[in-house]
């Protein structure tokens, strides 16, 4: 049974999802303070994790990013604040997905399950030779999911490794944003395509020389983007 974490201040919010989500056969805890759902999410095993944006003490931000730094477990932020940048902010720090308050219970079951549905399969690959792709001075070892760029290794979140597999195993090909929120993501964009927009921003940050001019994914104006071979 999957173990999730919501860190959520609104008691009612917070019983609201637990009770959707146990209905869905998961097993939930709760922490209604920033500071104790960080020291549950480092200190404890869980499988997922639902952190609010305005909590008491520690932020949903600060939550996120100590979370990623020392586990590749999925996130979900949730927050009432509706401004892009907040989005922006919380998918550059690692979180897997963002959503907007109010939404749906079964809106927000759907993305746990296609969250961690995704995360199993990749743990639970069981490949005997490291799957490697290669193209112009890229490395990606998707088995053990490491990246070099011209022999010097980067850091990547999930769903930027994920994506950036994506694209260059299908090279010169040009997707839309909703394409690959649907293709990486599993699931139809649900108006959330930004997180598409930030993803191929941080992955251009760590394989482009000159993010001013990709040299390897290629943004196709009005369409979407393309990695070039």
Known sequence: MSRILIVEDEVDIADLEKDYLELSGFEVEIE??????LKRALEE???LYILDLMLPGMDGFDICK???EKKNTPILMVSAKKDDIDKIRGLGLGADDYVTKPF???ELVARVKA??????RLIGSNVVENDMVEIRGIKIDKTARRV???GEEK???????DLLTFLAENPNRVFTKEELFQKVWDMESIGDIATVTVHIKKIREKVELDTSKPQYI??????GYRFKL
Do not use: C
Request: charged fraction near 30%; aromatic fraction near 16%; glycine fraction near 8%.
């Open 45 to 47: 095993d869980f499988d």
């Open 32 to 37: 209604n303070d920033g500071d104790a759902g």
């Open 155 to 161: 850091q990547f979140t999930t769903k930027e490794f």
């Open 218 to 223: 290629e943004t196709i104006w009005g369409v």
């Open 66 to 68: 100590e979370i990623r």
């Open 104 to 106: 749906s219970p079964s």
């Open 115 to 120: 969250h961690l549905a995704r995360y199993e």
């Open 148 to 150: 070099w760029v011209n």
